[in-house]
């Protein structure tokens, strides 16, 4: 998959080992590109200009990577938050799992979320997300009155029907 690096400092995406099913994004943050943060704490939206950032708990930001792929027809990428930054720090995707549409052409931003009770400090080239590239298929949406395997099932509830 091709992508465009936007700046000539800005860190290739990779895959940790050849084993890896994602490849790694970084962080690019500079002190004169803008990083958006949304506060928890009253709703305000707060503009950090640097190459490191703060996020006090449950804010909200969308950091920079500073790449645009090139997400071929019939795929779409799928960006995930990495487990070591969720389960250390509580840096977690505020989206859950990000979804690149194969007709976005712009720069990648990673949605993320402090999910834990103290502050994180972001630095320019952190690890923040990993991704994947997976085949998508747009299927024919039918509306019908009626669903052939409606009612075929024994199983009812859902929400923990199975038991916790």
Same mark, same amino acid.
């Given at each position: &998959? ?33 990083? %958006? /943060? ?10 950090? !200009? ?17 790449? /645009?792929?090139? $997400?071929?027809?019939?795929?779409? &990428? ?20 990000? /979804? $690149? ?11 993320? @979320? ?5 502050? /994180? ?5 952190? %690890? @923040? ?21 409606? !009612? ?13």
């Amino acid at each position: &998959m091709n992508y465009l690096k936007l700046y000539d400092d800005v860190h290739t995406p990779v895959y940790a080992t050849e084993g890896s099913a994602c490849f790694d994004i970084k962080a690019y943050l500079r002190k004169d590109r803008e990083v %958006k /943060i949304y506060s928890s704490i009253d709703s305000a939206e707060h503009t950090a !200009y640097s190459d490191e950032i703060t996020l006090d708990p449950w804010d909200r930001c969308l950091i920079p990577t500073g790449l /645009i792929f090139e $997400i071929p027809k019939g795929y779409s &990428m799928k960006v995930y938050a990495r487990s070591g930054n969720a389960i250390k720090k509580g840096l977690c995707l505020a989206n859950s799992v990000g /979804i $690149i549409d194969s007709d976005y052409n712009l720069e990648l931003f990673v949605g993320v @979320i402090n999910a834990s009770n103290t502050w /994180i400090g972001i630095k320019n080239g952190d %690890k @923040i997300a990993q991704c994947e590239l997976v085949r998508s298929e747009q299927v024919r949406l039918s509306e019908v009155k009626e669903l052939k395997n409606q !009612y075929v099932t024994s199983r009812r509830g859902g929400f923990g029907s199975t038991g916790v």
